[in-house]
């Protein structure tokens, strides 16, 4: 018995491991709940100086309003949010949908913690997304969805 309680003491006194990369995304599109987890082999940060620059990329989504992926990325330059673009895509029945900070997409970054090469963050996103040609370029928002999601998740250095 006395060896259970060593073994037990042992285990406490192991420092607890670093989050693990991944997260999840989760909100609605045109008021349908969508669910989605973070792809941490496709998610990744920067740092140069006081710039922070993010890039999100989920899984396949579960849902009934949208089954396909989400991308996100931002920049955070002190404690201002910009260069924020999402991008919907992956259905094969429907075109890819975008959304930027020119089509009036925000980005409140609630946390964002470094810590040996891992970001933990977390945040709130609100766009109208809609079709584009060009990849993002223009944005037709004239049949324009409502996205608002939430993020929160760890995600690996670019640098790493």
């Not at 946390?111 to 609100?126: I, Q």
Request: aromatic share 6%.
């Amino acid at each position: 018995m006395k060896w259970i309680s060593a073994f037990a003491l042992a285990i406490l006194a192991v420092p607890a491991l670093a989050q693990e990369p991944g997260g999840a995304v989760t909100g609605t599109l045109n008021g349908t709940p969508v669910t989605c987890q973070i792809w941490p082999m496709q998610s990744d940060y920067s740092s140069f100086g006081n710039t922070l620059g993010v890039s999100l990329m989920t899984n396949r989504c579960e849902g009934d309003a949208y089954q396909g992926q989400i991308a996100l990325s931002f920049e955070r330059t002190g404690e201002t949010i910009g260069a924020v673009e999402i991008r919907l895509f992956g259905l094969v029945d429907s075109p890819n949908r975008y959304g930027n900070t020119d089509t009036g997409a925000t980005l409140e970054l609630l946390s964002a913690s470094e810590d040996g090469g891992l970001l933990s963050l977390s945040g709130t996103v609100s766009a109208q997304v809609g079709a584009s040609d060009d990849r993002g370029r223009t944005i037709d928002l004239s049949a324009a969805q409502d996205l608002e999601i939430s993020f929160s998740g760890v995600i690996e250095s670019l640098d790493r």
